[in-house]
């Protein structure tokens, strides 16, 4: 018996019972291979993982979020010109190619000189010396720029003549191969590169203070004035639950945000406005500090425990514990009810600009930073990049909330958090819990982990459901983090302390969005921050690529929109090209790309001068005016080509 309660308390349920005797010990090996066979098993889907993340990274192989090595080799294989059937018969079609291709007839105006044409004229004459073959189309004509010339071995007499384009390819002048470069880089391209891609700037933060009122009228004008010079098509705001409602229980300040939206309506500029349902402060905040409403801070001094807690007992302030969203702790009201009525308010007072459709969208905080993550990474704990966090469910109520679970389970003793999960800037490597094949993939580490992941989903769906009666028939935005780091490892540690449970062998990401697509939510993804080193890469096991390619198609097989935020505030044209690509994936099967951009701007914006050639460029190719420019420009090439040898052969 006390073998069995052992091995119960360690995590390891196999049913098996003490006896003596060769029996006992052959079932033991037996349950040893098993639990071999099933590390084997978990090793290949890491490695099925990895080699996924890679072909959607690189190859960009139209992969659902969920695939198996079946979907690798029928993605490798249709690459190849192979035909894969649903019930996995693979055999090669027979190609038939067709020749014909039109090209569309463009009206230019011609630039070209008197000079030009007998410079032309000269060339032709060499040129039919050298080509004796050529000849004059009977049937020219100046509309059609692309029938000019033909090659008696490709005359439609000879039944050779295959194409509707007659050029031919020959040393003088050879527009043909252009030409075909030409269109075929616009079908591959044209449906990703030319797609507009609406770009928000974000606001600094310090245009509202802390009571409410507008700072700087005339530097937030020069500002919107350099932002409309730019071409953004809007601005995002977050208004502050600790400015609005930070004083009094339901006493809205809304004095300052309606000045600030009224300079905004005048430069004829949309408006994205953020719930901020968190703290604002760190060591990347300057000088700018705002905390939850001060009546909040006053609850939290007779019951810490409506904030966040960490093992060591150690309170965050940077948003309200979720495990009180359905506590009436908050004089007489809980937690989505003030998340509520803070809604309700902003949406009473500004229904003109609803009205006028000046709101594009509202962003819902749903966690520390605004993001849907627990606050797993604070740094006024002494958290530091890539340390692991840690988790945040030691307070009474989620405490609580987790006993009721495991009882529910039959196992009470599993009512208790980890307490081998290492400290805030812990490596995976170093902790019992989130080492390789550690306790994060015991029976208790994955009653725990999806007991935590839960609390995160319920929350989302607690708000959200109500966000969508406060502002019906408007956009509503949830932010996603990205968290790259320990990201090769099997655990994926630093997002299990966030909230998501990720591990190799399973897609943590696909139940959040399950959630959200009930509430036709726009998914806003953090893209990673600037490129580091290799070394540094290694040395986080970090992988932002991958996360990125997994958080963007899991959301994209879900139905959802996406729209991108650059975690960094100024970029250089490299970074400018990385959050292009990310915002419009070449090749992509579906045409998918980003519904918006939020760029995170120097504060002010016109300090950060030397980033607006840059960001100029960043903006014009999400507008898809530069591929539109250089597009244009290549027709206009191509037809003054076929003008020449028009001319060529006409002055002949």
Known sequence: MGQADSDVNNGNITGETSSGGGGGKGKREREKEKERTKLRERHRRAITSRMLAGLRQYGNFPLPARADMNDVIAALAREAGWSVDADGTTYRQSHQTNHVVQFPARSIDNPLSSS????????????????PSLRI??????????????????????????????????????????????????????YTENFYVPVYAMLPVGVIDNFGQLVDPQGVRQELSYMKSLNVDGVVIDCWWGIVEGWNPQKY???????????????????????????????????????????????????????????EGRRSFECLNWSIDKERVLHGRTGIEVYFDFMRSFRSEFDDLFVEGLIAGIEIGLGASGELKYPSFPERMGWIYPGIGEFQCYDKYSQTSLLKEAKSRGFAFWGKGPENAGQYNSQPHETGFFQERGEYDSYYGRFFLNWYSQLLIGHAENVLSLANLAFEETKIIVKIPAIYWSYKIASHAAELTAGYYN??????????????????????????????????????????????????????????????????????????????????????????????FTYRQPSPLVQGSTCFADLDYFIKRMHGEVYMHLQSIAHVYIANLLFLRFIVCFCR
């Open 503 to 596: 591990p190799s062998n399973r897609d943590g990401y696909s139940p959040v969005f399950e959630t959200l697509k009930k509430y036709s939510v726009t998914v806003k993804f953090v893209c990673p921050g600037p490129q580091m080193s290799s070394n540094e890469h290694e040395e986080a096991l970090a992988d932002p690529e991958g996360l990125s390619w997994q958080v963007v198609n899991a959301a994209w097989d879900k139905g959802l929109l996406i729209g991108g935020e650059n975690a960094i505030t100024c970029f250089d044209r490299g970074g400018c090209m990385r959050l292009i690509e990310m915002a419009k994936p070449r090749n992509h099967p579906d045409s998918n790309h980003f519904s918006f």
């Open 137 to 190: 189309d009977d049937n020219l004509s100046p509309v059609s720029l692309d029938s000019v010339v033909i090659a008696e071995s490709d005359h439609p007499g000879n039944g050779r003549y295959t194409g509707a384009s007659p050029i031919p390819s020959v040393g003088c002048v050879d527009a043909n191969q252009l030409i075909q470069d030409v269109h075929s880089t616009e079908r591959r391209n044209d």
């Open 253 to 311: 300040v809304w004095s300052g945000y309606r000045e600030l939206f009224n300079l905004i309506r005048d430069f004829k500029l949309k408006l994205q406005v953020v719930m901020a349902f968190h703290e604002y402060g760190g060591n990347a905040s300057g000088n700018v500090m705002i905390s939850l409403p001060q009546w909040v801070l006053e609850i939290g001094k007779d019951n810490p425990d409506i904030f966040f807690t960490d093992r």
């Open 116 to 131: 030009t044409l007998k410079n032309c004229a000269k060339a032709a004459l060499e040129c039919q010396q050298q080509h």
